[in-house]
């Protein structure tokens, strides 16, 4: 419980432990929410109490650390014509909620919002080539990078 002459916090925040810590925020509640819109991003806070009189406490020796998600694993894919149509899977990633799968070549598709980690394709043309690749999406949001291209002949 803060003292009777408490007036408020400030926060400081860096970007490394080793540079200088720059003020962020004032605030009298004793959390306080920082939003990056950057992924695996860390930070490092330094927080201090303000009395009614505007003296201000010391910094605490050491920072609270925080980090932000970094994005999700990037899947390995393949593709695989089978006569009829095209059979795409690629590796389960840890914290994927859902997958997207890009088709390039004679024609563009985006597939979204699949759970499994496997796509038929039933959409393709003779004698056409076709490019296969997915990200992996958390529940936050947050996308892998694309993965390579799985490469396909129609004939």
């Given at each position: 419980?803060?003292?009777?002459d408490?007036?408020?916090?400030?926060v400081?925040r860096?970007?490394?432990k080793?540079?200088?810590?720059?003020?962020?925020a004032?605030?009298?509640?004793?959390?306080y929410?920082?939003?990056i819109?950057t992924?695996a991003?860390t930070?490092?806070?330094?927080?201090?109490?303000v009395?009614?009189?505007?003296?201000?406490?010391l910094?605490?020796?050491?920072?609270?650390?925080?980090?932000?998600?970094?994005?999700?694993k990037?899947?390995?894919?393949?593709a695989?014509?089978?006569?009829?149509?095209?059979?795409?899977?690629?590796?389960?990633v840890?914290?994927?909620?859902?997958?997207?799968v890009?088709?390039?070549?004679?024609?563009?598709k985006?597939?979204?919002?699949?759970?499994?980690n496997?796509?038929?394709d039933?959409?393709?043309?003779?004698g056409a080539?076709y490019?296969?690749?997915?990200?992996?999406?958390?529940?936050?949001?947050?996308?892998?990078?694309?993965?390579?291209?799985?490469?396909?002949s129609i004939?």
């Open positions: 419980m803060p003292a009777e408490f007036s408020y916090y400030k400081y860096t970007t490394s080793f540079l200088p810590y720059t003020y962020l004032k605030t009298t509640s004793n959390t929410e920082d939003l819109n992924n991003a930070r490092y806070y330094r927080v201090t109490a009395d009614k009189d505007g003296l201000e406490s910094k605490q020796e050491e920072p609270i650390v925080g980090s932000t998600l970094g994005a999700p990037t899947p390995n894919i393949s695989k014509y089978d006569g009829s149509g095209v059979n795409v899977s690629w590796s389960t840890d914290r994927a909620s859902s997958y997207t890009y088709r390039s070549g004679a024609s563009e985006i597939f979204s919002g699949i759970s499994e496997s796509l038929r039933n959409s393709v043309q003779a080539n490019s296969y690749s997915v990200i992996a999406i958390d529940e936050y949001g947050i996308a892998s990078d694309k993965s390579s291209k799985a490469e396909v004939k």
